[in-house]
């Protein structure tokens, strides 16, 4: 959410980013209300101070002695109680409809934002490691998972419907593992491990700038008035809805919960196999910080580089764009993401985003600091995933096959994989 006096400061600005993020914003509505706000605001204040003056007047008229005038003057009280009842219901629903449109206002975006239309005109910031160059022609990770009898996706239809899959075996040791090392690198660099519902309260996802707008990709529990929620940043932002923290250093804070997504409207290649799946799991990076864009601008790249550390523990090619105007969200200030290399899409394929929101989570949540003068202020909060599976197991898989069928297992995970270095070649039935 954006503060009311700023956006009428910065009206051009507030359009012209509606318009870069392709969001239908009202903003002429709103200014209307707002002005009606301010006017039946205005008219409250003098009514009800024009009513203490003359309830006033009525004690000391009747202490006089003079009960005719007293009478009048409590008439008048009367007829102004009759009008302010009828100015605070215009008031309250101006002040209502005001709320419900503040909510559909894009955050602006960075300066270094680049503008576009799409992720087509997302800008590549650097590539990490060169994707492998097979001397046969890889399987891609569905061809892999069944080859090992490690993934099981008509069996995961047949149990959920479409977009769902049954990890196996060393499917389901590689899909704890990587969870495990994203964790342990996370909480080795002060972050504080939480496991957090995924079954959240609707309020929680309108705080944190998911509603009213995705309403169409998120689950919800029909008779409970809750939904499911598609990444751990909603309840980790929510847990301090209404408080005033102790931000002396940022709050780091890695989430663990099961994410659930609708996915409407995905279509292509990215419906085959893992890639794009109704269910999932996550670690996310969330951090609080004070409300100074130097500060939060760190913590951004500090959030990035945890996450391209652990692709590189993973030992996989990648590449970081800046993600443009076209393909944010309305709460987005500003964006990177992670693509991961992967050979049977032979292309980068998203793996992680990383987002700066400013005050913008905070205001609609109502978490504040208290700055150097004691003075409460809206902090900054800030996302990125850490890992996400299975999707991640995609270029684990197929980058690191070899010819003979088996899969090498990165040195990072090799701990949480009983020590084992690789996964064989399966034998051929005798």
């Known amino acids: 959410m954006l503060d009311m006096v700023w956006i009428r400061e910065n009206t051009e600005l507030v359009r012209q980013t509606a318009k870069w993020k392709k969001v ?3 903003l002429d509505e709103l200014l209307e209300w707002d002005d009606l706000r301010r006017g039946q605001r205005q008219e409250t204040e003098e009514l009800r101070a024009r009513r203490n003056t003359l ?12 009960p005719a005038e007293g009478e009048a003057a409590k008439e008048q009280v009367r007829e102004i109680g009759g009008r302010l009842a009828g100015v605070e219901a215009r008031l309250a629903e101006a002040e209502m ?9 894009p955050n602006p975006v960075s300066k270094d934002t680049p503008i576009g239309e799409s992720d087509k005109d997302n800008v590549e910031a650097r590539r990490c490691g060169e994707p492998p160059a097979f001397g046969f022609k890889p399987r891609d990770h569905v061809e892999l998972g069944e080859l090992h009898d490690i993934l099981d996706i008509p069996r995961g239809v047949k149990a959920g419907g479409p977009r769902s899959y049954t990890l196996k075996g060393t499917g389901v040791y590689l899909h704890l593992a990587v969870q495990r090392l994203a964790l342990d690198v996370l909480a080795a660099r002060g972050f504080t491990v939480m496991d957090v519902p995924a079954i ?18 998120t689950y919800e529990l029909s008779g409970e008035n809750r939904w499911l929620a598609g990444t751990s940043e909603v309840p980790l ?10 931000l002396a250093e940022p709050m780091r804070l890695a989430g663990m919960s099961p994410c659930f997504r609708r996915e409407v409207g995905s ?12 269910q999932f799991s996550k670690i996310e990076q969330v951090v609080l910080c004070e409300n ?17 550390h652990i692709l590189e523990l993973l030992e996989l090619p990648y590449r970081v764009v800046a993600v443009c105007t076209g393909d944010m969200s309305l709460k987005t200030h500003k964006q990177y993401d992670i693509e991961t290399w992967m050979p049977g899409r032979y292309a980068y394929g998203e793996t992680h985003s990383a987002s700066n929101l400013l005050d913008f989570q905070a205001r609609r949540s109502n978490i504040r600091y208290r700055d150097a003068g004691g003075k409460p202020r809206y902090c900054h909060t800030l996302n990125n995933t850490a890992v996400a599976t299975p999707r991640i197991l995609i270029p684990l898989l197929e980058n690191h096959q070899r010819e003979d069928g088996s899969i090498y297992i990165p040195q990072a995970l090799r701990k949480y ?3 084992r270095e690789v996964i064989p070649a399966p034998q051929p039935a005798l």
Request: charged share 30%; aromatic share 6%; hydrophobic share 40%.
């Open 237 to 246: 932002v929510s847990l301090y809805s209404d408080e005033i923290v102790e």
């Open 97 to 105: 409809k005001c709320r419900e449109l503040m909510l559909l206002a």
């Open 417 to 419: 994989m009983d020590g």
């Open 267 to 278: 279509a292509g290649r990215d419906v085959r196999g893992l890639y794009r799946v109704h």
């Open 200 to 217: 959240v309260r609707p309020e929680t996802l309108v705080r944190t700038g998911f509603f009213p707008g995705g309403m169409d990709q």
């Open 55 to 66: 309830t006033k007047e009525v004690e000391a008229l009747l202490r006089q002695g003079k």
């Open 292 to 308: 100074d864009p130097e500060v939060s601008e760190n913590m951004l790249q500090e959030i990035l580089a945890n996450a391209e």
């Open 24 to 26: 239908d914003f009202p």
